[in-house]
């Protein structure tokens, strides 16, 4: 089992609808959160970080959190072209010290026009 | 401020020769990071330094060497380059805590013949 998972997509949305993008994680002892976006050709940068169960918003991004389930989601309403790219969830791992993410595979978001 | 920067942006390397791509941040960032993005498997950490003088091993080590002398540079050396090294390497700092993001360098683009 991959420590960090995403489905590869692509998930497809039309403008204006709601993404969903989802991660599981496989170390219950996760505290540490993040959601990045790439663009193609582009470094990752940070979109969300979530530390707390429940969710937390910023502006059309929400992320969610369930530790429980070891669950976390992105949502972005009213999608838009620019949104098009692909998102990573990382997941701080405790086992090996050190401050290091565990990154999933990425799922690319395609907004259609 | 410029971040992160990484040199060079791409580079194609005979197999067998020796490379060092640089890497240097100007945030006074305590831990740095070193990963290649391959398609299909996503980001995966080489090596990390949570403080200068120090360094760790990541996922993937093997044919890489880092140092870390000072603060803002973390160079990453391949010794004897191989095919299977062609890859997108990014470089990535943090202040070190598990909360903090991590802020992603351009990239480098290598090509091992």
């Known amino acids: 089992q991959k420590e960090v998972e995403q489905n590869s997509g692509p998930l497809s949305v039309p403008e204006g609808a709601i993404a969903s993008l989802n991660c599981t994680y496989s170390?219950?002892?996760?505290?540490?959160f993040f959601w990045y976006r790439q663009y193609s050709g582009k470094s990752p940068e940070l979109i969300m970080s979530?530390?707390?169960?429940g969710d937390k918003e910023d502006g059309r991004f929400t992320a969610q959190l369930n530790k429980a389930s070891q669950y976390v989601s992105l949502l972005i309403r009213d999608s838009q072209p620019s949104d098009s790219a692909t998102y990573l969830c990382?997941?701080?791992?405790?086992?090996?010290?050190?401050?290091?993410?565990?990154f999933g595979t990425g799922t690319q978001l395609k907004v259609e026009l | 401020i410029a971040g992160i920067t990484q040199a060079p942006t791409s580079q194609i390397l005979a197999a067998g020769r020796r490379m060092t791509l640089r890497c240097t941040q100007d945030?006074?960032?305590?831990?740095m990071y070193w990963y290649r993005q391959d398609l299909g498997l996503g980001l995966r950490l080489i090596h990390y330094s949570n403080t200068a003088g120090t360094t760790g091993k990541g996922e993937v080590p093997d044919g890489y060497s880092v140092s870390r002398a000072n603060t803002d540079d973390f160079p990453l050396t391949l010794a004897s380059a191989v095919p299977s090294q062609t890859s997108v390497y990014f470089c990535?700092?943090?202040?070190?805590?598990?909360?903090?993001?991590?802020?992603f360098g351009p990239g480098t683009r290598l090509t091992v013949l």
């Open positions: 990535a700092s943090s202040d070190g805590d598990p909360r903090d993001t991590q802020y």
């Open positions: 979530i530390y707390s169960n």
């Open positions: 990382a997941v701080h791992i405790l086992t090996g010290g050190g401050n290091k993410l565990t």
């Open positions: 945030m006074r960032h305590n831990a």
């Open positions: 170390d219950r002892g996760s505290q540490s």
